[in-house]
């Protein structure tokens, strides 16, 4: 029991402090002397052993009345009695702890072992039969019982207690060590006996299958066989008999029987279900690889998959990748007669709707098609019919295939029929204008060294698609590496001009690198206020500044990806340079801190800044930017639902200009004005 918690009344320190070694120290002096057992009690005569047993017959009656149930203090009392060679009180006290649990079946094992290690045989055999009369289930009282039977040599009285056990009906275990016993003193038939009547009680695959390894090691493949035989009679085809099959094909195989064993696994094949027999058909196929030839292996493999996509494709037609896996076998193993047929079947299966989500699988039934017939049944006629066929079957004006078209004119190429490859792509084009077919039909003129062609077809292209950056670019890059200037320059220029763009900060920033490629300072810083008059984006603004402290050539050599050169004499800035891109840095700064929601923005230019000036400025200049570093402020504010009330309070990080310091007061009132000023002009716009 633990010492009650005691409340400390003072936590201060006391006036007088000890150390843990003094602590050590006295704990050491103060240590009682260890506990030491009694002394061995040494008894010389009769009359002081009779006081010891009384003793201890006292305490242990004591024990055993106070835990009546505890069947350990039974067995030590016990064990004590048989250590003074007082049988009979031994025994005494085992038949009173059975009669507090007569379940228990330690209290029976260590009765039963008690008489057998002192010989007493009737004792021990009586123990036995009470405990296997009153606990039958227990296997290991009937093991010991039979055991020491056999021990004592009353083979006779051991078999009579498997008698007795065999009327439980017990599991394997019990009826196989039945028959162990039998064949230790050779008695075949009574084992064989045994064995039918383990079959009869225990109907299973697995007694049949002992039952027919019993004949077999005996040598008597006859009656094994005709065990095997029985079992299938017996068992039916309802039971879970794969394994039953499994072991009776092996028996056979064993035997050098290989078309019993072959039937074996056929009969299975066509009465077991598919889902249960996969590993029968494993092992079959392995005895194929044994005993068949080529073709018979190949035949069993392709039947029995055929089957299977054939179950599959009746309950699920449209499952395309069924059919993909379907005509892939088919196309290893099949004719070119059958595998246009299964061909036929499989794109017969149109989708059920006309939407591109159902056709994107079922439009590579007609594109492996189309291949197989080119290249595995070298068919060119048929290959394009195909291709034909597929493309007029597509509803073009609902959606279309741009891969189709594409392998189509492909294949014109491959067979140098360059007209035919112009008319599909001209056909794609009049009928699902799309980028990857006009990318691949320009590839090919432009291999072809067509350029007239290239331009007519971007034209087209531009026509369809205004708002392709990528288009611009690409036609722009084009009439680049022709050396054509003023083409190039009136490209982007109508590039520019279009009033939607998907990518415009591409095709602007191409224009610009254009220029400056070129070496048109001048036009490039244009082109910069006619982006800045478009956009106000940070990084125009900072891209505009560094175009205007740096040398042309640098930019140049920047542009295109190339490892920058050692600064020197003639790549420093000149202070004209630093000017510009110090006034450029200035117009941003003024942009920014006019609009009061540009805050992050105009940080981040005043970060580019404050670099900028590292590199070239003076320390006045490094002063001047350093006294317009913002102050970061962590804030609070509301955050509101889609219907408008309050759900909480969030935390924001805000900056805090030096020109603001004085009216933050007022800040919160500025920015309403600014918001309401906003909302009203958005509203009356």
């Known amino acids: 029991k633990l010492p009650t918690a005691r409340s400390v009344k003072s936590k201060q320190a006391a006036d007088r402090q000890i150390t843990a070694e003094q602590l050590i120290r006295e704990a050491k002096d103060r240590r009682e002397d260890e506990h030491r057992p009694p002394a061995r009690q040494k008894i010389v005569d009769q009359e002081e052993l009779n006081e010891y047993r009384l003793v201890k017959r006292r305490e242990f009656e004591d024990l055993v009345r106070k835990v009546r149930w ?51 045989i009737n004792h021990a055999r009586n123990v036995w039969d009470r405990a296997c009369t009153l606990l039958p289930r227990i296997d290991q009282l009937w093991y010991k019982y039979i055991h020491m039977e056999e021990m004592v040599g009353n083979i006779a ?30 008695e075949v038939d009574r084992a064989r006996q045994i064995y039918e009547r383990y079959v009869r009680c225990h109907p299973t695959v697995k007694a049949w299958v002992n039952y027919a390894k019993f004949e077999g090691k005996l040598g008597e493949t006859s009656n094994a066989r005709s065990v095997y035989e029985t079992a299938v009679k017996e068992l039916g085809l309802e039971a879970n008999t794969i394994e039953l099959f499994q072991k009776f094909a092996k028996f056979e ?34 005895f194929e690889k044994k005993y068949g030839d080529k073709e018979e292996i190949e035949d069993v493999i392709t039947r029995k998959k055929r089957f299977q996509y ?25 004719t070119h007669s059958s595998i246009r047929e299964l061909y ?29 017939e080119e290249l595995e049944a070298e068919d060119v006629d048929r290959t394009r019919e195909v291709y034909r066929q597929c493309l007029k079957f597509i509803p073009h004006k609902t959606f279309s295939f741009s891969k189709l078209w594409i392998l189509a004119a492909q294949f014109e190429i491959r067979q140098k029929n360059l007209k035919g490859a112009r008319k599909i792509y001209g056909m794609a084009i009049g009928m699902a204008p799309k980028k990857k077919i006009f990318d691949s039909y320009i590839e090919m003129e432009m291999q072809l060294g067509n ?41 982007f220029e109508l590039a520019v001009q279009q009033i939607m763009l998907d990518k415009p900060e591409l ?16 036009h490039a810083r244009e082109l910069y206020d006619r982006l800045l008059e478009r956009t106000k984006h940070v990084k125009v603004w900072i891209s505009f500044a560094r175009f205007e402290s740096m040398p042309l050539h640098k930019l140049a050599l920047e542009n295109q990806s190339e490892n920058e050169t050692q600064q020197g004499e003639d790549d420093a800035p000149t202070y004209d340079m630093v000017q510009k891109a110090r006034e450029i840095y200035k117009r941003g700064y003024r942009h920014f801190r006019d609009s009061l929601d540009m805050k992050e923005e105009c940080v981040i230019l005043l970060e580019s800044w404050k670099k900028f000036e590292s590199e070239f400025g003076t320390a006045d200049s490094q002063k001047e930017i350093e006294e317009k570093m913002p102050r970061q402020v962590k804030r609070r504010r509301a955050i509101r639902d889609e219907m408008g009330e309050d759900i909480g309070m969030e935390e924001y990080y805000d900056y805090i200009f030096p020109d603001e310091a004085g009216a933050a007061p007022n800040l919160k009132l500025l920015q309403a004005a600014y918001k309401w000023k906003k909302q009203k002009i958005s509203e009356d716009g």
């Open 507 to 522: 095709l602007w920033k191409m224009y610009i690198d254009f220029e400056i490629s070129e070496g048109e300072r001048e």
């Open 253 to 286: 195989e064993f035997c050098k029987e290989t078309e019993r064993a072959r039937a074996i696994y056929k009969y299975a094949l066509d009465n077991v279900s598919k889902k249960e027999a996969e590993e029968l058909y494993k092992e079959y196929i392995q």
């Open 344 to 372: 036929e079947r499989a794109i017969s299966n149109v989708p059920p709707a006309q939407e591109k989500s159902f056709w994107k699988r079922y439009i590579y039934l007609w594109i492996n098609y189309a291949l197989y």
């Open 451 to 491: 350029v007239d062609r290239c331009r007519v077809l971007y034209g087209k292209y531009l026509e369809i698609c205004p708002s392709s950056c990528d288009a611009w670019c690409n036609f722009a890059e084009l009439e680049k590496n022709l050396g054509e200037v003023e083409r190039t320059r009136a490209i």
């Open 157 to 186: 009285g051991a078999r009579q207690v498997f008698e007795r056990w065999m009327k439980w009906e017990p599991d394997h275990q019990g009826w196989r060590a039945y028959i162990r016993m039998e064949l230790r003193y050779n």
């Open 310 to 334: 054939e179950e599959d494709l009746k309950s699920n037609p449209t499952n395309y990748d069924t059919w993909f896996d379907y005509l892939r076998l088919e196309e290893s193993y099949g």
């Open 70 to 120: 505890n069947i350990n203090a039974w067995a030590k009392y016990a064990q004590w009695e048989e250590s003074q060679k007082d049988l009979a009180r031994a025994r005494s006290v085992w038949e009173r702890s059975l009669e507090v649990s007569h379940r228990s079946v330690t209290t029976w094992l260590k009765y039963a072992e008690m008489e057998m290690r002192h010989k007493n």
